[in-house]
Nanobody
Framework: QVQLVESGGGLVQPGGSLRLSCATSESLFVAMPIDWYRQAPGKQREFVAGIGVDYRTTFYADSVKGRFTITRDNAAKRAYLQMNDLKPEDTAVYYC?????????WGQGTQVTVSS
């Protein structure tokens, strides 16, 4: 069982920033690729960003390129999503996902609301 806990969501004005965190106590964290997804009301869950186990390999959805940055701290067993220049269309529940032990594991999500 791999448990992931997201935090850092909240209400922010357009143009603002938030930093999401995905934490685990799992010792396999160093070997787990980590992705961030989001799901807006009435929409399917969509990929936002991903990072490989080697820190250097990152992927982003076109909609967030240049605004969001995914990082990881293997010693702290955390992954982060720095979100800058937030827009109302970024409003969603954000989830982190890890791949380990032959399957995907999801956190419970954290709400991000971008509104003036």
């Amino acid at each position: 069982q791999v448990q992931l806990v997201e935090s850092g969501g909240g209400l922010v004005q357009p143009g603002g920033s938030l930093r999401l965190s995905c934490a685990t106590s799992e010792s396999l964290f160093v070997a787990m690729p980590i992705d961030w997804y989001r799901q807006a009301p009435g929409k399917q869950r969509e990929f936002v960003a991903g990072i490989g186990v080697d820190y250097r390999t990152t992927f982003y959805a076109d909609s967030v390129k240049g605004r969001f940055t995914i990082t990881r701290d293997n010693a702290a067993k955390r992954a982060y999503l720095q979100m800058n220049d937030l827009k109302p269309e970024d409003t969603a529940v954000y989830y982190c996902k890890a791949h380990a032990l032959g399957r995907d594991w999801w956190g419970q999500g954290t709400q991000v609301t971008v509104s003036s």
